[in-house]
């Protein structure tokens, strides 16, 4: 069945036609034009980010062969985002976050700020599977406690090294190394003592390989994930969830074929509500930039921290070689444009942190 | 004065690599189980700041193998340093267990010893060994690196101060300086290994004889490239370049001011650096014919549990079909 839904879904993505003019600012869709423009402005702003061929057989041919998706590698996650379940004792800990703006006009509020970890060894936080929705009820509740029990399997799915009997080597090395530094309990932890306990007495400290492709159909980026837990084991599906803020990890996040490669899995944020969400925060974000950039014409005098936020949202990447200098100077002569396409990938980076709270994804907080 | 301890490397293999890796047991290699060249790299160490306690979290001292491992010609990924290494696949979970491991280790030792004497390459000093066995119907994969380094004897001890912040460890003006431009020229020229002297210079390890012919002893530092991000553990690498430091040039290199170069981009206030300088020290050995033989080297990689294992990835939740049918909604 899955099958052939992802066949049909390979053939509409074929059969749809590439997207020419830019709706972004309407539709919060992009061209694949676009897409590499904002890629440049984010692999040129921030070092992480790479563009990638992928398989040559899987080649795009919309988007240039040496810029096929985005990509970044180790992006680290501290803990699951099931310890993040909201209660609403602190339903009150607001904070507002004011970002790239000193005015205050965009500031957005972070609830429960203060909030701790609820998550502990006896809660560990684990997405059961999902019960089939036909079939009779109570072979669904079976399901779901069989799910359950299988859940609290999952820990033991981690690589079984019993598997392999008789396979330590003691005469390989002679004596302990004194030169070696000594594993510690949680890998890199530079004081465990400090650190929250997330599960047991360890801070998982997973990493994950995040992509960005272009999706056709939906004419927006998708967003890609691959993690390793701490010991750099690929993760399992159910262990991805974990990570996935409860609103989308039963809805919206499947494992899926990444598309640039012949065999490779990922888990993926389906795409279909990417244009409406992205709109919105453009919209929200175009306004506050609009506003400031006639602040600016009005009293050219500004003070220069605030023109160094404005060339911001205004400047075209210096380093995808184009006029920038020239346009930004037209721009302020003509018209005011508001929000410039290349900061797309940076809004939506902002936009999936939300749905991946704990990834680190959003490398983009400190400008 | 304590030992200096290296944080050792630690095997990162990206799903993709055992596709490929699949595909090409399949389709090539078959039922060949000879030793192949195979390429992993590395990139500086990095840390996090953990939002919630403030807290500086390290991340691993990682090396990767991905798909493009296989390939001689793969460009490795910017920011990322090569390191060459011999790959095996066996056939059956029983050729595996009974590999002669300690033979292939001692085969590339030999061959790193090798090339720092004859050669006297820097290029070798990061090699690593592979082995594999692919249970492809399970989708389970079998593997167990080593990361081979000569064990220095004496030990290598460090003074006092430890390993302090490069920018701690010069004047406010010169510090920023130094980093700026060190930086600058890495990026212009990458080198994993490298030499540092005043005026800010910086040559590769091979050109050590004359690039520091004049140069006081004072002034002359050795810096790395350092996967690790720990405050008080360098990097893996530095271990094979000191050993490399001491065959060729044993008469001056009783201590050496090291730099552990951390710092991937140039931050945006000076205490923001992240690279590390320390001066390290070692005793000439007991006895002469000690000083030219090849040492003995450790590095086969442990378990997380600490045990001299192999490892297991189980990607069935991953590659399945049937398994991957049940996930999908």
Redesign the interface.
């Known amino acids: ?3 052939i ?1 992802q066949q049909y879904w390979s053939v509409r993505e074929y059969l749809s036609p590439v997207l020419k003019e830019s709706k972004f600012k309407e539709h919060g869709r992009i061209t694949p034009e676009e897409f590499v423009a904002a890629g440049d402005f984010l692999t040129y702003k921030f ?1 992480v980010w ?1 563009w990638e061929k992928g398989d040559p057989s899987k080649l795009k041919d919309y988007l240039p062969a040496d810029k096929q998706y985005l990509l970044t ?2 992006v ?1 996650c ?2 699951r985002a099931t310890s993040l379940a909201y209660t609403d004792a602190d339903e009150d800990a607001e904070r507002l976050l004011s970002f790239g703006d000193s005015t205050g006009a965009d500031e957005w509020v972070e609830t429960h700020a203060g909030r701790k ?1 609820n998550m502990d060894a006896a809660n560990p936080g684990q997405i059961d ?2 019960p089939d929705l036909d079939g009779p009820a109570d072979d669904a509740l079976a399901q779901g406690v069989g799910a359950l029990a299988l859940g609290a399997d999952a820990a033991a ?1 981690t ?3 019993d ?2 009997p ?9 004596g302990e ?7 510690k309990a949680t ?5 465990a003592s ?3 306990v997330a599960n047991g007495n360890l ?1 998982q ?1 997973r ?1 994950y ?1 995040v992509m960005i492709t272009y999706d056709k159909y939906y004419q927006t980026p998708r967003i890609w994930l ?1 993690g ?1 837990d ?5 993760l ?2 159910p262990q991805i969830f974990q990570d996935i803020s409860a609103d989308h990890a ?1 809805k919206t996040v ?2 899926e074929a990444f598309p640039h ?5 990922a888990a993926s944020v389906h795409p279909c509500k990417h244009a409406s969400v992205m709109k919105k925060v453009i919209e929200r974000m175009n306004t506050s930039v609009v506003e400031e950039q006639l602040a600016q014409r009005k009293s050219p005098s500004a003070s220069a921290s605030s023109k160094d936020k404005k060339k911001w949202f205004g400047r075209k990447v210096s380093g995808a070689g184009k006029d920038d200098k020239g346009k930004e100077d037209k721009g302020e002569e003509e018209e005011v444009e508001g929000m410039r396409v290349d900061f797309y990938l940076v809004v939506f980076l902002k936009f999936i942190a939300s749905i991946v709270p704990t990834i ?1 994804v959003d490398s983009t907080a400190s400008f | 004065m304590p ?6 490397f ?7 690599f055992w ?1 490929e890796l ?2 090409l047991k399949i389709d090539v290699l078959r039922l060949s189980d000879e030793a192949l060249p195979i390429t992993g790299y590395y ?1 500086l160490g ?3 700041t ?1 939002r ?2 403030g ?6 001292c ?1 090396l ?1 193998v991905g798909p493009e491992s296989f390939h001689k010609s793969s460009q490795p ?3 990322a340093f090569p390191a060459k290494g011999h790959f095996k696949n066996f056939n059956t ?1 029983e050729d595996f ?1 009974a590999a002669d ?2 033979a292939l ?1 001692n085969q590339e030792t030999e061959r790193m010893w090798e090339s720092i004497v004859t050669t006297r390459d820097t290029s070798s000093l990061n090699s690593f060994i592979l082995i594999t066995y692919a249970d492809l119907k399970k989708y ?1 994969y ?1 593997y167990w690196f080593a990361f081979p380094s000569f ?2 004897k004496p ?2 001890e460090i003074d006092e101060l430890g390993w302090k912040l490069a920018n701690e460890d010069l004047s406010h003006d010169s510090a920023c300086f130094l980093l700026t431009s060190i930086h600058a020229q890495l990026r212009a020229t990458p080198l994993p290994f490298f030499l540092v002297r005043a005026g800010v210079e910086i040559a590769p390890i091979e050109s050590y004889a004359s690039f520091f012919a004049n140069v006081p002893p004072a002034e002359q530092t050795i810096g790395f490239v350092d996967p690790s ?5 360098p990097g893996w690498p530095l ?1 094979n370049l000191l050993a490399y430091m001491r065959a060729i040039y044993p008469a001056t290199t009783g201590e050496l001011r090291i730099l552990c170069w951390r710092d ?2 140039v931050p945006a206030a000076l205490a923001g650096w992240k690279s590390r300088v320390g001066i390290v020290h070692t005793a000439p050995p007991a006895d002469a014919a000690a000083a030219v033989a090849r040492p ?1 080297a ?1 590095g ?1 990689e ?14 069935a ?3 399945d ?1 049937v398994r ?6």
Do not use: C
């Open positions: 069945m899955h099958a839904q070092g790479t590698r180790g680290p501290l803990r970890s599977d999902i799915e690589p079984d090294l598997d392999i008789d396979m330590e080597e003691d005469g390989l090395e002679e190394d004194e030169a070696t530094a000594a594993p890998p890199g932890v530079i004081d400090q650190v929250e801070l400290v990493t390989d691959i390793y701490e010991n750099r084991t690929p399992t599906p039963l499947t494992i490669s012949a065999s490779l899995q680190e | 030992i200096v301890q290296f944080a050792p630690a095997s990162l293999v990206q799903p993709a596709h699949t595909s990139t990095r840390s996090i953990d919630e306690t807290s500086e979290i390290v991340l691993g990682n990767s990924p910017s920011g979970i267990k491991k300690t280790f389970k079998y064990v220095a030990a290598w991000a720990s405050p008080t553990n271990r991937a981009d003995s450790v086969w442990k378990t997380p549990q600490g045990k001299l294992a192999p490892r297991v990835a189980d990607l939740p991953m590659m079909p991957l049918a049940n996930q999908a909604v």
